[in-house]
T-cell receptor, first 113, second 113 residues
Framework: GNSVTQMEGPVTLSEEAFLTINCTYT??????LFWYVQYPGEGLQLLLK?????DKGSNKGFEATYRKETTSFHLEKGSVQVSDSAVYFC????????????FGQGTELSVKP | GAGVSQTPSNKVTEKGKYVELRCDPI?????LYWYRQSLGQGPEFLIY????????DSGLPNDRFFAVRPEGSVSTLKIQRTERGDSAVYLC???????????FGPGTRLTVT
């Protein structure tokens, strides 16, 4: 069945460091891919998405490219800030299997000043 | 406009009791989803509605769980004979269609003692 695997956390970085959070997926169809973010004490927020191969989603300085050949959707940011500290979730949505999202386990990011 | 709202924000109940969790989706969104998030994990799909009908309830763990959406807007997740293993954060999301991005509410934290 469909699944999403993320790199384990926590990831600890200094402010202005480069961020990569790896995400790979297994899907029988052609899913859309998402990154959601959960800031401390808050709900899940959609960060970015890509709906087909080679699409790049971007928002707030974060980017992720839908790579069908490697079944990956890695999240990157060139220069992290303390305010980026949160838990990041990669997810897929396979329309052939209905509208449900399948999430990875989440990666906690902690950015130190 | 207003986002997805969920009530209550916290619910503590004794083992064996019945609970109802409410979700008010974004106005005009026809698709509504319920997920459950255990500590340190990604959300797991429970059920989703397209309009008033449950289009996919394959994630409901057993027959103690039931959800309704009688008028195609507000939804209620009902849990009978609660067990300690039901303790989790219950998340609701809505989208304009099943193909569109899902927007999450703040969640209801359920604790079964």
């Amino acid at each position: 069945g469909n699944s999403v695997t993320q790199m384990e956390g926590p990831v600890t970085l200094s402010e202005e460091a480069f961020l990569t959070i790896n995400c790979t997926y297994t899907a029988t169809g052609y899913p859309s891919l998402f990154w959601y973010v959960q800031y401390p004490g808050e709900g899940l927020q959609l960060l970015l998405k890509a709906t087909k191969a080679d699409d790049k989603g971007s928002n707030k300085g974060f980017e992720a490219t839908y790579r069908k050949e490697t079944t990956s959707f890695h999240l990157e940011k060139g220069s992290v800030q303390v305010s980026d500290s949160a838990v990041y979730f990669c997810a897929l949505l396979d329309y052939n299997q209905g509208g449900k999202l399948i999430f990875g386990q989440g990666t906690e990011l902690s950015v130190k000043p | 406009g207003a986002g997805v709202s969920q009530t209550p924000s916290n619910k503590v109940t004794e083992k064996g009791k019945y609970v109802e969790l409410r979700c008010d989706p974004i106005s005009g969104h026809t698709a509504l989803y319920w997920y459950r998030q255990s500590l340190g994990q990604g959300p797991e799909f429970l059920i989703y509605f397209q309009g008033t009908g449950a289009a996919d309830d394959s994630g409901l763990p057993n027959d103690r769980f039931f959800a309704v959406r009688p008028e195609g807007s507000v939804s209620t997740l009902k849990i009978q004979r609660t067990e300690r293993g039901d303790s989790a954060v219950y998340l609701c999301a809505s989208s304009s269609t099943t193909a569109a991005s899902q927007y999450f509410g703040p969640g209801t934290r359920l604790t079964v003692t």
